[in-house]
């Protein structure tokens, strides 16, 4: 139901929702975690910073991070500055004029479906995404994120481990 290009968006994404925020994380390192290829997800993460959603900054200590809480940037948000939304609009059986006055055999459920997915598209944030990701058992971690998480850090000197 995504491009390509937005389903590498949200995940990339969801891994910057899980770094620091201010941290810049380069394109190499979550192409890598991504397993997705580093210029095509550079091209994304640009036309993501062209519309405010990330922050790039160029040179040794640049990369991306979110330009915006992960809060306030909806799943929505994310697909509809990469894939023609209006696209879920059209009738599914290709009819030109597929309306609630001139229903195709499909109208009423695909209308549901859509307004449902949509919906759920804009109630799911990059928090959410990452909250996600983050109790999944076994999820991919930047190395940037690893020194940032709790049940990751190590006890510092004298400190007792706990088991």
């Given at each position: 139901?995504?491009?390509q290009?937005?389903?590498y968006a949200l995940r990339a994404l969801t891994e910057l929702a899980r770094c620091d925020p201010q941290e810049w994380v380069l394109t190499s390192q979550l192409a890598k975690l991504l397993d997705v290829p580093v210029h095509y997800l550079a091209k994304v993460l640009q036309t993501l910073?062209?519309?405010?959603i990330l922050e790039s900054q160029r040179g040794r200590q640049g990369g991306f991070r979110l330009g915006m809480s992960p809060d306030d940037v909806s799943a929505y948000d994310v697909v509809r500055e990469l894939d023609d939304i209006r696209s879920l609009e059209s009738c599914i059986m290709g009819e030109n004029d597929c309306s609630d006055d001139t229903a195709c055999p499909l109208h009423a459920l695909w209308k549901t479906i859509r307004d449902e997915f949509?919906?759920?598209?804009r109630n799911t944030t990059l928090r959410d995404l990452a909250d996600f990701q983050e109790a999944r058992p076994g999820s991919g971690r930047l190395a940037a994120v690893k020194?940032?998480?709790p049940e990751l850090r190590r006890p510092g000197p004298g400190a007792a481990a706990s088991g």
């Open positions: 139901m995504f491009s290009a937005s389903e910073a062209r519309r405010g949509v919906d759920a598209l020194s940032k998480l």
